[in-house]
């Protein structure tokens, strides 16, 4: 199948010559005869971030680029705790929970240690464990195991809340961000 154009992921793919294509928020796609591909614009790390949900059949997979970590989010380079609130609480909570999720970079040792200094759950235990013992995690883990054991997509638990000194999600998301930068 010959190339026929050049997705936008984010800010730095704006700008590249070879980009061809920007789809709007929500835009489908097909890829060959049966992949469904949905695009999620996710701003705050750049303010042009997508992401992107492939479906074939019953199989999901969602490339998050740097929004979404495998326990962990991205930096808020460009945007606010407010649009990574939404990019991760509403836009990419609202998938299928069996969605398996690849990152864009591979940090989840780190963001496990940052994860239990707020939260200390049997689903992170077990993130802890995996990532101690394997290399990679792209892949391996869904939406649904992100709402268990990413801090950044529990703003709304008690503990994570206490830990940042508000019960206002909001609040919380940037709170966690400014002790992840710091840690």
Known sequence: M??????????????CAK???????GETFSVGDNIKVKALHTPCHTQDSI??????GNDRAVFTGDTLFIG?????????AQEMHTALNTTL???PDDTKVFPGHEYTKGNVKFGVQVLQNEALKKLEAFANSNKETQGK???????????????????IQKAAGSTDPV????????MKNAS
């Open 2 to 15: 010959p190339l026929s154009s050049i997705l936008q992921t984010h800010q730095r793919g704006k700008d």
């Open 19 to 25: 980009v061809t294509t920007t789809p709007k928020h």
């Open 51 to 56: 992401c992107y949900l492939f479906e074939d």
């Open 72 to 80: 962990g989010c991205g930096r808020f380079f460009e945007g606010t």
């Open 93 to 95: 909570a609202a998938l």
């Open 141 to 159: 883990f869904t939406i649904g195991d992100e709402k268990n054991h990413n801090v950044f997509m529990r703003v709304t638990d008690p503990t």
């Open 171 to 178: 609040e919380v998301m940037a709170k966690l961000r400014e």
